[in-house]
């Protein structure tokens, strides 16, 4: 053996096929140890239950990930036999208090019954006191459907603490954005600069292409405040301080506009630049100017971007924008005249937009930014020029031909070798939303939008800009009985969309579509229990949660939401009446629920990443995945899917029942094939028709699911190469994702550079309007952020924190070798971390006296910490950060108790606070983007000093020990050993 590992031979060929055995088979399936969708091979022995999972590999055919896997992935096998796993219905034992975890097993049948029961009398009487959150599950089109056909506003995902900011940021200016949405070119790049990002975002497909980038040459620089993960690996990494983001790039914009590094031809054709925006004070003021021919169509707003006007250089005259103003000879104005306006025939004063950007953009100097961000104004400038460089003099064209949606054939595509990738550090800031329309502005007047070599779009994406999916928003639609006239999320346009009463109270119980966070596309998770105590602006009777772990890492204000979930009014019932729980695990959230609904893994249930939900296209073209069961349920699991089908069947919600009243779908495999929201068009593009032998649009084949299965469990529709770029504008491809149900109209996208949707919402604030306006109290916050350009502001909590106290900015990364906290109970990836410390930059350490590895106080305005410190050089000196989600209380997941995620493991939740002062009734308001709703996470500031030497050596705070709830695997699974944390006797 010794002599095998001398050989040149190689010991394992990866790609080569899988060999099974007489007693092993091999099932593909696709990974959800992350969100990244591997397709993975699943070798099976036989076991006394059946067949067991022996080892996971990567699949080398599928397109994603060829065969790669990470430790992650290769772990699953831990994730199915975990000792944490629930296998009975448990209900709280009469008498007991939520957070004991004291439960009886009951049988699904009186699971059904209780829910159906419950729920059916809240639908029959007031659907929206029903609520029903989700954490990171991939299948929200079979969630919110269910929400909308309950006849409740309140359903979200778990987007609105995750990253909304990135989505919607993105989405109101380019179309699309980083993640499922899109993504850098790496393949034709040659500079790519990285903002924000964890290891864990991308993971495997990221990795894969930034290896051949690197290989090829490219150049990668990370912006980011730690020098973990992707920052290492990268050419160069520039520290910057948290939540600062947005002044970097506004400063980029100055230097980029100042010294003309711009796609001026890009500008003209494809964004609004050249559009004349409103300077007179009144009803249209800055919204941009349109022909008032009632011909050209309504005034131009978001959902209406027609007919606006530009001024043509060549002629001297004011044209319409399409197709006038892009006429051969024209040459559309980006600036103003030297009298500083043009004027149109009725005396109305407007301007380019773009001027509009350059008038802001003058006063962002490097130097500026400099003092905010800790970069080096030379070194702002040099980036800037760097960036121009790569767009402009790196750039090629490839030969291929393509045709513009107003019948312009550009002979080649250019190409724009300059790549960006961001995540949730630009996101997660309450200036988040801001911060990235400043990135895609950026990346627009370089011209990179879906170019090759720069930002690429992901099918179904481009979207309308404002997409056109409204929410639901209309109070009066709430009924008895009655499913929602819309979907419980969307993208409003404009104040008319917002979801209130109208009084101008929240409809929802998270205050999404508000006033208070009128674009919050995503829902906002963090504020539910909150204001469901409060009941603000009511109380509901029955929250479903499902893989969220609100009592302990998916929230802020940890113990104060720990204690609300037990909170009861005078007459002893607690303030949220009935709580349930869906996890696959014993998490810390379990104890607290009344009824808890046993998972499955990814590994025991059918799964969708399809066209209605996040597919896993790729730049070439539409790709939608599945999961196919490898293993039985274990016990008495149950997909969430499952449950959500038969409820909704017992329910009789009438999209899943017939007109007899008999259910419609067998289980949600059967769902998933035969549910079809517009005729042709289904959760599967895949094998459609009758016969199989129709793609992306057909009728139901009841053979779908074999055929995936044959497939690797996906499929690929690559895009004839005419219509794999310049999609927004793509006369071909508009038409051709119109036909396939990917968008309502073949519109062109133009790029918004100035946003006349969010200066709708000023206008509103300002009393410039004749409809919605919002109450006083709120005015002035609206009229604030809501400005039609990319600003920098400093994060709100700083607003409301005495910074001299607390100096220092505190955040959390995701570890690499784990995903959200599911992984904490997995038994290899456990080795590698089983707690964390606080990272601090050596200086900054020694400053407050606290040495490497010493024990030391944490604390912000809302709370305090003990946790180990240790000094790094990778984090630049004004933050301190730590792994999220290892800390646990103690005996949750199974670990056993004292074990080191609860005893040397912390969670930096109990520092952030979930709301901030402010002048609302409750004297809050949520601790959130004020545009979009992105929770907050990483603007809390926070000081350290050393904890005194007598003191305990373990963390502040110490939960009391959660119990093994009936029914959880624990010790029955005699392979798997707990190791780290293990003390010797
Ligand atoms: S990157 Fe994510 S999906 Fe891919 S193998 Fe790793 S854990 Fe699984």
């Not at 925006?277 to 009144?282: E, I, P, W």
């Amino acid at each position: 053996m010794v002599l095998k590992f001398l050989s040149p031979e190689p010991l394992h060929d990866p790609l080569a096929a899988p060999t099974p055995t007489q007693d092993t088979t091999v099932k593909c399936t696709t990974c959800y140890m992350c969100a990244c969708r591997c397709g993975i091979r699943v070798h099976l022995a036989p076991g006394p239950d059946g067949p067991q999972v022996r080892y996971i590999d990567g699949n080398p055919e599928h397109p994603l990930n060829q065969g790669v896997i990470c430790a992650k992935g290769s772990s699953g096998i831990m994730k199915q036999y975990s000792p944490a796993r629930l296998t009975q219905p448990l209900l709280r034992k009469p008498g007991s208090e939520r957070g004991a975890a004291e439960f009886e097993p009951i049988s699904w049948e009186r699971a059904y019954g209780l829910l159906t029961e419950r729920l059916g009398k809240i639908r029959a009487t007031d659907p929206k006191k029903f609520a029903l959150f989700t954490g990171r599950d991939q299948m929200q089109a079979l969630t919110g459907l269910f929400a909308r056909q309950f006849g409740t506003p309140n359903y979200a995902a778990h987007g609105g603490f995750c990253s909304v900011n990135m989505a919607a940021g993105m989405i109101y200016t380019v179309g699309g954005s980083f993640w499922e949405f899109g993504g850098p070119d790496l393949e034709r790049s040659k500079l790519f600069v990285m903002l924000g990002t964890a290891e864990d975002h991308h993971s495997n497909p990221m990795k894969i292409a930034i290896s051949k980038f690197k290989r090829s040459g490219g150049r990668f620089i990370s912006i980011n405040p730690i020098r973990t993960g992707y920052s290492a690996i990268a050419d160069e990494w520039i520290p910057i301080k948290p939540g600062t983001d947005g002044a970097l790039l506004m400063a980029l914009l100055h230097v980029l506009l100042r010294d003309d590094l711009i796609d001026h031809a890009f500008l003209k054709r494809f964004t609004n630049a050249p559009q004349l925006v409103v300077l007179d004070a009144g009803l249209r003021e800055g919204l941009f100017a349109f022909d008032p021919d009632p011909a050209k169509g309504p005034p131009g707003d978001g959902r209406n971007p027609h007919n606006k006007l530009v001024f043509d250089k060549a002629s001297g005259r004011i044209l319409n924008a399409y197709p006038e103003g892009i006429a051969d000879g024209c040459d559309p104005a980006l600036e103003a005249p030297p009298e500083g306006h043009y004027t149109l025939d009725d005396g109305t004063r407007v301007t380019p937009a773009f001027q509009l950007l350059r008038d802001r953009a003058a006063t962002c100097t490097p130097a500026w930014a400099s003092a905010l961000t800790g970069i080096p104004a030379a070194r702002i400038e040099q980036l800037a020029h760097e960036m121009g460089h790569a767009a402009l003099q790196q750039a090629f064209e490839l030969p291929i031909a393509w045709t513009d949606a107003w019948g312009k054939e550009h002979p080649t595509t250019q190409a724009r070798p300059l790549a960006f990738h961001a995540m949730r550090g630009l996101a997660a800031h309450s200036n988040g939303f801001q911060t990235v329309r400043a990135l895609a502005v950026l990346m627009s007047v370089l011209g990179t939008i879906d170019a090759p070599g720069g930002f690429r779009h992901k099918a179904p994406y481009p979207r309308h800009i404002v997409p056109n999916y409204r929410a639901f928003n209309d109070p009066a639609m709430i009924q008895p009985n009655t499913p929602l006239n819309a979907a419980p999320l969307g993208f409003p346009a404009h104040p008319d969309e917002l979801a209130i009463h109208p009084d101008g109270s929240p409809l929802r119980i998270d205050h999404a579509y508000s006033w208070e966070h009128p674009l919050s596309a995503h829902g906002m998770m963090h504020n539910v229990i909150t204001n469901a105590v409060r009941g603000d602006p009511y109380r509901i009777d029955t929250l479903l949660m499902f893989m969220a772990n609100m009592a302990w890492n998916s929230t802020m204000n940890t113990q104060g939401v720990r204690e609300m979930l037990n909170r009861k009014d005078e007459a002893g019932e607690y303030l949220i009446p009935f709580l349930v729980v869906c996890d696959a695990f014993q998490s810390e959230t379990v104890a607290f629920a009344d009824l808890v609904l046993p998972d499955t893994t990814y590994l025991e249930r059918h799964d969708v990443m399809g066209m209605l939900d996040r597919p896993i296209s790729e730049f070439d073209g539409p790709v939608d995945s599945v999961r196919i069961p490898v293993v039985e349920p274990m016990g008495e699991c149950r997909p969430f899917q499952e449950v959500l089908i038969e409820l909704a069947s017992r329910l009789k919600f009438p999209a899943f029942t017939t007109p007899e009243g008999e259910r419609k779908f067998k289980g949600y495999a059967d769902f998933v094939v035969n549910f079809q929201p517009q005729p042709g068009i289904g959760f599967l593009m895949g094998w459609r028709g009758a016969n199989g032998d129709q793609h992306l649009r057909g009728e139901p084949n009841p053979k779908q699911w074999e055929a995936y299965e044959k497939n690797n469990c996906v499929f690929h529709y690559p895009l004839p190469e005419n219509m794999q770029f310049m999609r927004n504008w793509n006369r071909p491809y508009l038409d051709f994702a119109k036909d396939k149900g990917w968008r309502q109209k073949n519109d062109p996208v133009q790029l918004a550079i100035y946003s006349d949707t969010l200066q709708s919402f000023r206008l509103a604030a300002r009393g410039q309007t004749e409809g919605r306006q919002p109450p006083d109290h709120l005015r002035a916050r609206i009229d604030t952020y809501f400005d039609p350009l990319p600003f920098w502001y400093p994060p709100l909590e700083e607003a409301a924190t005495d910074l001299a106290t607390y100096p220092l900015n505190a955040i959390t990364q995701r570890p690499m070798a784990m995903y959200h906290s599911w992984d904490s109970q997995n038994a290899w990836l456990r080795q590698i971390h089983s707690h964390n410390y606080l990272h601090v930059n050596p200086q900054t350490a020694r400053a407050a006296g606290i040495a490497d590895g010493g024990w030391a106080w944490v604390e912000s305005q809302w709370g305090q910490v003990r946790c180990m410190i240790r000094h790094s050089e990778a984090v630049e000196p004004g933050t301190v950060w730590t792994w999220n989600a290892i800390g646990k209380a103690d005996g949750a997941w199974q670990l056993a108790p004292g074990a080191d995620e609860a005893r040397k493991g912390f969670l930096l939740n109990h520092l952030i606070s979930e709301e901030l002062p402010f002048n609302t009734a409750s004297g809050t308001i949520s601790n959130s983007d004020p545009i979009t709703g992105q929770a907050g996470w990483y603007d809390v500031r926070v000081r350290i000093r050393p904890a005194d030497p007598d003191e305990a050596q373990e963390t502040y705070p110490q939960m009391a020990t959660m119990p093994s709830v009936p029914g959880v695997l624990g010790k029955a699974v005699q392979v798997l050993t707990y190791f780290a944390g293990r003390k010797t006797p």
